[in-house]
C-alpha cells in the first residue's frame, strides 16, 4: 500500500527527529559555552581558546554524525558480506 509506514521510515522519522532537538541544544548552548571557555583565558589567549573550543566542536560533531550513519547503515544494510562483517562487533 503506497504511503504505509514502515520499520525503516518509522527509524528514520525517530533519528531525523531526534538529531532536530540535539541541534537545537546544540545551538542554544554554543553562546554560553563560548562565553564559558574563554571567560577565564587572558586577552592574549581568546582567540586560542575559542579555536580550541570551535575545533572541538566540530570533531564532536563529525565523529557523532558518523556514528549516527554507521547505525543506519548496519540497521538497514543485509547480506552474507554483511552479516559476517558485523558479526564481529
Not at 540535539?22 to 553562546?31: D, N, P, R
Not at 562565553?35 to 570551535?54: F, I, K, P, Y
Not at 549516527?68 to 562487533?89: F, K, M, N
Amino acid at each position: 500500500m503506497p504511503g504505509a509506514a514502515t520499520p525503516l521510515s518509522d527509524a528514520l522519522v525517530a533519528i531525523l527527529l531526534g538529531m532536530a532537538v540535539a541541534e537545537a541544544g546544540f545551538v542554544t548552548a554554543s553562546v554560553p559555552l563560548t562565553v564559558a571557555a574563554t571567560d577565564g583565558v587572558g586577552d592574549n589567549e581568546r582567540g586560542l581558546a575559542s579555536g580550541v573550543l570551535s575545533t572541538a566542536t566540530e570533531l564532536g560533531n563529525a565523529l557523532g554524525f558518523a556514528a549516527v550513519g554507521a547505525v543506519i547503515a548496519a540497521a538497514t544494510a543485509t547480506g552474507p558480506v554483511v552479516d559476517t562483517l558485523l558479526s564481529g562487533l
